[in-house]
């Protein structure tokens, strides 16, 4: 079996086990102050669209799209620990992954109860989507999605913007596609 289909096998898996997670009582000590001055909360829709072409020249190709919703800041006095969040629900509705930093602590909490912890973005990424994706400056971006300073992406990727609307293409190895981030407006408390 392929990677891709071992990696998508997990997907159908956290979301299923994600799904129930917005019913779940949120703990108000972890969340974020969206009309804090130093906060950075909004939405909008994605699609990541790839193809990957096997040793024997054959090539799969698939597609995910959705919405999306990041929060970050602090939940209190400035000495407090900073707080990111990232949900990902596809245009079906079933979520696709929530992923949260507290700290220095990462999780992508599932309804069953089960806790996957990861060291980094990076981590709670190859958890979340079916291909690697450059995590760190897609934070950067979800922190600050500002045209005028987009993040350094790694060799082989490269921002496209055209009025608001954010592409990122990539060809890493044997995989090639394209990340579209297109944002909503600001998300209030």
Same mark, same amino acid.
């Given at each position: 079996?392929?990677?891709?289909?071992?990696?998508?096998?997990?997907?159908?898996?956290?979301?299923?086990?994600?799904?129930?997670?917005?019913?779940?009582?949120?703990?108000?000590?972890?969340?974020?102050?969206?009309?804090?001055?130093?906060?950075?909360?909004?939405?909008?829709?994605?699609?990541?669209?790839?193809?990957?072409?096997?040793?024997?020249?054959?090539?799969?190709?698939?597609?995910?799209?959705?919405?999306?919703?990041?929060?970050?800041?602090?939940?209190?006095?400035?000495?407090?620990?900073?707080?990111?969040?990232?949900?990902?629900?596809?245009?079906?509705?079933?979520?696709?992954?929530?992923?949260?930093?507290?700290?220095?602590?990462?999780?992508?909490?599932?309804?069953?109860?089960?806790?996957?912890?990861?060291?980094?973005?990076?981590?709670?990424?190859?958890?979340?989507? &079916?291909? +690697? %994706? $450059? *995590?760190?400056?897609?934070?950067?971006?979800? !922190? =600050?999605? @500002? &045209?005028? +300073? %987009? $993040? *350094?992406?790694?060799?082989?990727?490269?921002? !496209? =913007?055209? @009025?608001?609307?954010?592409?990122?293409?990539?060809?890493?190895?044997?995989?090639?596609?394209?990340?579209?981030?297109?944002?909503?407006?600001?998300?209030?408390?």
């Amino acid at each position: 079996m392929s990677l891709l289909f071992i990696r998508l096998g997990c997907i159908a898996a956290i979301s299923a086990t994600l799904g129930a997670c917005s019913t779940l009582g949120k703990d108000k000590s972890t969340e974020v102050d969206c009309g804090a001055i130093q906060s950075s909360c909004h939405h909008g829709r994605f699609g990541l669209i790839w193809k990957v072409e096997q040793a024997d020249g054959k090539v799969e190709a698939d597609s995910i799209s959705g919405t999306y919703e990041w929060r970050s800041g602090r939940s209190g006095p400035s000495q407090a620990p900073e707080i990111a969040y990232l949900e990902v629900n596809s245009t079906l509705g079933p979520s696709l992954g929530s992923a949260k930093r507290l700290g220095e602590f990462y999780e992508v909490r599932a309804a069953d109860g089960r806790v996957y912890l990861a060291k980094n973005w990076q981590s709670l990424f190859d958890l979340m989507f &079916p291909v +690697e %994706l $450059p *995590a760190e400056a897609l934070v950067q971006w979800m !922190e =600050n999605p @500002n &045209p005028d +300073e %987009l $993040p *350094a992406l790694p060799a082989n990727w490269a921002w !496209e =913007n055209r @009025n608001g609307r954010y592409r990122v293409v990539f060809v890493e190895n044997n995989t090639s596609g394209r990340i579209d981030l297109i944002p909503r407006g600001a998300l209030r408390k």
